[in-house]
């Protein structure tokens, strides 16, 4: 079965000190990966997505993201995080070679990023 | 190039009522997705519909739900005799046509059942 841990619900940061969201996936091929950012009351904005390549990919807003595929991980960082980078992240995984279907993201719970001044 | 729109931003129904969710993806954009996120969870897909078919709609309940992609126009989800469980953030996606393609989402619709 497919599925995306994100096991921190929540993550608090000082700012200007580096941050990590942490996410692992479960697929039985290769994986296609994401991170999305929700603002209160807005939809997911996108910030990357490693499909194939270099494991380190660099996405919006100074954010970036290494895959690792020994430890199933896709972990999202930042060198040195803002009080607007408050809010609520969500990995999400999708797998080609799954069943019938190519099209539906898998998403993880989500994780409460807060950035105090 | 104008995201993805969804309209109501917010609808408020009572039980029994019939609900009708819309969504106009990207311009260009061929594949739409609805997802639903409940209070303090993340978003579960429901359906994934290109123009005129359904091309999984495993995540959609079995009754009350149905969703399409007309020629024409939006995209509609319609939920039928609403009950209070069905209150949630309802989010529309769209994408170009390959499957590596990244989903663009709208600023969903919230839908409250009283």
């Known amino acids: 079965a497919q599925s995306v841990a994100q096991p921190e619900d929540q993550v608090n940061v000082a700012e200007g000190n580096p941050l990590t969201v942490k996410c692992t996936y479960s697929v039985s091929g290769n994986p296609y990966l994401f991170w999305y950012v929700q603002y209160p009351n807005r939809g997911l904005q996108f910030l990357l997505k490693?499909?194939?390549?270099?494991?380190l990919v660099k996405g919006s807003y100074g954010f970036e993201a290494e895959f690792n595929k020994s430890q199933t991980s896709f972990h999202l960082k930042k060198p040195s995080a803002l009080v607007s980078d408050s809010a609520l992240y969500f990995c999400?995984?999708?797998?080609?070679?799954?069943?019938?279907?190519?099209?539906?993201?898998?998403f993880g719970k989500g994780t409460k990023l807060s950035v105090k001044p | 190039n104008a995201g993805v729109m969804q309209n109501p931003r917010h609808l408020v129904r009572r039980r029994g009522q019939e609900a009708r969710l819309r969504c106009s993806p990207m311009?260009?954009?061929?594949?739409v997705y609805w997802y639903r996120q409940l209070p303090e969870e993340g978003l579960k897909f429901m359906v994934y519909?290109?123009?005129?078919?359904?091309?999984?709609e495993s995540g959609m309940p079995k009754e009350r739900f149905s969703a399409e992609f007309p020629k024409e126009g939006p995209s509609i989800l319609r939920i039928q005799q609403v009950v209070r469980g069905d209150s949630a953030a309802y989010f529309c996606?769209?994408?170009?046509?390959?499957?590596?393609?990244?989903?663009?989402f709208g600023p969903g619709t919230r839908l409250t059942v009283l």
């Open positions: 996606a769209s994408s170009p046509r390959k499957v590596a393609d990244t989903q663009y």
């Open positions: 519909l290109q123009k005129e078919n359904i091309i999984d």
């Open positions: 490693y499909i194939t390549g270099d494991n």
């Open positions: 311009k260009g954009h061929s594949h």
């Open positions: 999400a995984v999708r797998d080609p070679n799954y069943g019938g279907s190519q099209g539906n993201l898998i």
